[in-house]
C-alpha cells in the first residue's frame, strides 16, 4: 500500500515519454508497410501486409490502454492530464485509420490502386515521420524552434494532403462509372486525408503543450 | 438563495446514479425494440417501433440534459466531473445511433434485412445489457471483479461486431448490384456497428473511473 | 518577463469576447455567401463564391488559433477554460462544414441544387444569426431571458434542419436514379445538416456557461 501511494506521487514522466515513444514508434512501423501495401503486385502478399498493420494495430491499443491506466493512477504527470489523454487519443486515431484503410484494401479485394492513392499514402508516411520527431522532442521543452520546425512541416503535408484528396474524389466522380468502386475507394482515400488530418490534431495538441511550458 | 447554496455543496450521488440507471434502461428498451424492429414483417409495424424509438431517444435527451444541468449547478460530484460528462455524452451516443439507423429502415422504405444486420442487432443487444449491468456496478466500487467481468464482454462483442460489419459489407459490395441499395444498407450497419463501438466507449470511460477509485 | 507574467495573470475576458465576436462574425458571413452560392447561375461566379468562403475559413482559422494560444498562456480567463476551448472549436467546425459543402460544389461540379437544399441552408443561416446573437449576449450573465429564448430558437432551427434533411435523402434515393449523383448530393446535405447541428452545439456550450454563471 504504501510503495503504491509512493510510486503514485513520484514523478513518473520518463514512463510517459517511453510509451509515447512505443505509440509513435508503432505507427512509423504501420505507416512504412501502408506504402508498401500499395506497391505490392499479389493479393496474398497484400493480404500478409494487412495481417500486419492490424497485428501493429493490436500493439498500439495496448500501449495506449497502459497509458490511460497509468494517467488513472498516477499523481504527478509530466503535463497536463488532459494534454496526455488527447495525444493519446489522436496517436490512437492515426493508427486506427492506417489499419482501417489498409483491411478495406483487402476487404473490398481492391487489386489496382490509383496514383494519387498512392502518393496520398506518401505524404502521410511523411507527416508520420514528422510526428515522430515531435513527440521525441517532448523530453526538451528547450527545444523550441526545432518544434516549431516540426510543426509547420506537418502543416504543409496536411495541406498537401487536403489537395491531392479533393482532386482524387472529383477524378474518381468523373472518371470511374462504377459507383460501387467509387464507395471503395474514396472511402480508402477518406480514411488516409484523416490519418493525415490526426497527425496534424497531434501537432496542435505538441503545440498547446509546447506553448504551456515556454 | 441559501437553499440553492446548500443543495448545490451537498453531494447529491444518489441522483446523478439514478440519472444514469435511466438512460441505460432507456437504451436498453431502444435496443429491445430495434431487435424486433428487424423480424417484424409489415412497414406499418415497423413505422410503429421507429415512432417507439423515437420518443425514447426524446426521453434520453431530456435524461441527458438533466444530468448536464444537475453537474453545471453542483459543487460535489460522485466523481470527476468530465469523467461524468463523457459518460452521460456516451450512453446519448448510443441510443443516438439506435434512433438514427431504425430511421432510416422507416426513411429508405427498406423492406428486406440480410441475415448479418440481425445477428448485429443481437450483439448490440446483448452489449447494451452489458452496459446496464456496468453503469449499475458503478454505485458500488468495491465490486472490482464484476466490473472487470463485464469491460472484458463488452470488448468481446465489439470484435464481433466488427467481425460480423466488415464480412456485412464485403459481402454487400459482391451481392449487391444495385449502388443505391448499397448505400443504403451500408449505413444502417454503419450505425448499428458505431453503437456497438459507443458500448465499448462507455465500459471504457467506466474502466478509467473504477481505476481511479480503486 | 516581469511584463508577461503581469499580463498572463490580468483578466483579459475583452479579448475573449472580441475574438469569439470576430468568429462568429466570420461565419455569418460565411452563411450569408453560402445562401448566395446555391442561387446563382454561372459556374464561374459560384466558384467565386466558393473562393471567397475558402479565405474567410483561413481567417476563421486563425482566429480559432488565436484564442487557443491567449486560452494556453493565460492564467485567468472570465469562464472555464475547457468551455472555451470548447466554445472555440464548435465554431469552428460549423465554418468547416460550411466551407466543405461549398468546397464540394465546386468540386463535383454541380449546376442545379433541390429545393430543399436552399431550404436547409435558409434554416442554416437563421441558426447562424441566432449564434451570433448568443455568443455576443456572453459579455452579460445578466441577459439570461435572451440567452433562453436564442437557445430555444436555435433547438428548433436544428429540428427543422433534420426534417428537412431526412425528407430530402429520402427523396433523393427515390428519385434520383444516378448512384454518383445521389453519393455527391448527399455529401453537400450532410455538411449542411452537421452546420446546423454545430450550432445546436454551440448553443448547448453556451447553455452550459449560462447555468455555471447564473
Redesign the interface.
Known sequence: MFDKIVKALLPSDHHFYDLFDESAQNIVEAGNLLKKLFLTKTATERDKIVTQISVLEHQGDSVTHRI??EL??TFVTPFDR?DIHMLTSRLDDIMDHIDGSA?RVS???LTKFPESMIRLTDILHLSIDEVQKAVRLLRDFEQGDQFQKVFKTVNEYENEADKIF?RA??DL??KE?N??Q???L?EIYQGLETATDMCEDVA?VLE?IY??HS
Do not use: D, M
Request: no cysteine; aromatic share 12%.
Open positions: 490511460f491506466s488513472n493512477s488532459e483491411g476487404l473490398y479485394k479533393e474524389i472529383a466522380f468523373e462509372k459507383a460501387i467509387v464507395i471503395k474514396k496542435n498547446g506553448i504551456k
